[in-house]
């Protein structure tokens, strides 16, 4: 059965989100290890939304829901911001020298390492970004 | 979040405790901005009691590591966890940063 949270855009829900993600992880039978990469990539795709899609703190609210399923999760993240496009994200130089390591852009990067699927898509008037986890064999 | 400086010889070792995420990271960035400022280049960040770290946090640490590396400092790790060393390690900051099975080997190290 979906499970359902809405939050403002707020740094300070991270948490919250997290806590909602993992209860929901753990149903679908998922180990630590699956649970702990669940809750990064939703973290680090509700970071982006704050701050790139509503350019701060605040400005929207994000819609997130879960599906437990037979050893997986299925996460859904709606926001209404203008549409993301995630080709427009460059890939981390993860071989740089410190002067050029950057860490932005990594979010989009964690969130491709460490689920199954990651699919972005613009619907309803917002992104909706649909993740897939699936239990570690 | 929770900080705790404590100064040794030349070395200045910072302990965090709990989720270093996008709500976190500004204030642990910023306590190691204030070591910087102080001149105390050399610092051990002991990572034993985070237990979360996002990019959020690894964007704090290099942006130190930057700036003390300039002044010939270094900010070595303490202690990561696995879940905060699977995050460096996805990062591509394991060859980054000297890091250390405890604080003790951290401080001696410098």
Request: hydrophobic share 40%; proline share 4%.
């Amino acid at each position: 059965m979906e499970r359902t949270l809405t939050v403002p855009g707020r740094y300070n829900r991270l948490e919250q989100i997290c806590e909602f993600v993992a209860a929901v992880a753990t149903e679908a039978g998922l180990d630590e290890t699956a649970i702990n990469r669940c809750q990064l990539a939703v973290d680090e795709a509700c970071t982006n939304i704050i701050e790139h899609g509503y350019g701060g703190e605040d400005k929207g609210a994000i819609d997130i829901a879960c599906t437990p399923g037979q050893g997986e999760v299925m996460i859904k993240i709606h926001d209404h911001a203008p549409p993301f496009n995630p080709a427009s994200v460059p890939q981390p130089n993860l071989d740089a020298m410190l002067d050029d390591v950057k860490i932005g852009g990594l979010g989009v990067y964690f969130m491709r390492q460490v689920m199954d699927v990651v699919k972005f898509s613009y619907e309803n008037g917002g992104n909706t970004l649909t993740l897939i986890k699936r239990k570690e064999k | 979040m929770d900080i705790a400086t404590q100064d040794y010889d030349k070395v200045s070792v910072m302990a965090v405790a709990g989720r270093v995420d996008s709500a976190t990271a500004p204030e642990l960035e910023t306590e190691l901005k204030k070591l910087v400022e102080a001149e105390k280049t050399q610092i051990v960040l002991d990572l034993k009691e985070v237990e979360y770290m996002s990019s959020a946090g690894l964007r704090a640490m290099v942006s130190t590591l930057k700036a003390v590396k300039r002044v010939n400092g270094d900010l070595r790790l303490a202690n990561p966890s696995p879940r905060v060393e699977e995050v460096l390690r996805l990062a591509g900051l394991t060859s980054i940063f000297s890091i250390h099975p405890s604080r003790d080997e951290a401080v001696k190290s410098f």
